[in-house]
């Protein structure tokens, strides 16, 4: 969880559902796509609208026919400006065997924090 003061920009919380640390100002959960606030489909649909992806890697690896098993790893690290590493997490490990494939997708989806305050606004005006 952040350290920042609730309603500032990069404000963290733990999802009810997944215990993951989220943004406080999320509709949505991105691990467990779970709704968290009244109004969260409105609230998402905004944020989705002003939402840019900024960074999306995809790619695919194949086991060859013959060989041996192998283990794989997913981590995922987040370092600042200076280098310096801010987080890293292990998504997810596994094992592929002959012929086998899989397919990983990281994408790093950005909104403004102005934008997602002016979006509760929106959203909390009695109609």
């Given at each position: 969880?952040?350290?920042?003061?609730?309603?500032?920009?990069?404000?963290?919380?733990?999802?009810?559902?997944?215990r993951?640390?989220?943004?406080?100002?999320?509709?949505?959960?991105p691990?467990?796509?779970?709704?968290?606030?009244?109004?969260?489909?409105?609230?998402?649909?905004?944020?989705?609208?002003?939402?840019?992806?900024?960074?999306?890697?995809?790619?695919?690896?194949?086991?060859?026919?013959?060989?041996?098993?192998?283990?794989?790893?997913?981590?995922?690290?987040?370092?600042?400006?200076?280098?310096?590493e801010?987080?890293?997490?292990?998504?997810?490990?596994?094992?592929?065997?002959?012929?086998?494939?899989?397919?990983?997708?990281?994408?790093?989806?950005?909104?403004?924090?102005?934008?997602?305050?002016?979006?509760d606004?929106?959203?909390?005006?009695?109609?």
């Open positions: 969880m952040s350290n920042l003061r609730p309603g500032q920009t990069g404000a963290t919380r733990q999802c009810p559902h997944c993951e640390t989220i943004l406080e100002s999320a509709a949505v959960c691990a467990c796509k779970h709704h968290l606030r009244y109004g969260a489909v409105g609230d998402s649909e905004v944020a989705q609208q002003l939402a840019i992806v900024p960074l999306r890697i995809e790619g695919t690896i194949r086991h060859p026919p013959d060989g041996e098993p192998w283990e794989y790893t997913v981590v995922v690290t987040i370092n600042n400006d200076r280098g310096e801010i987080a890293r997490r292990l998504v997810g490990v596994g094992t592929l065997s002959p012929n086998e494939q899989r397919s990983f997708t990281l994408s790093v989806e950005a909104v403004s924090g102005k934008s997602k305050r002016q979006g606004a929106r959203l909390r005006q009695p109609g």
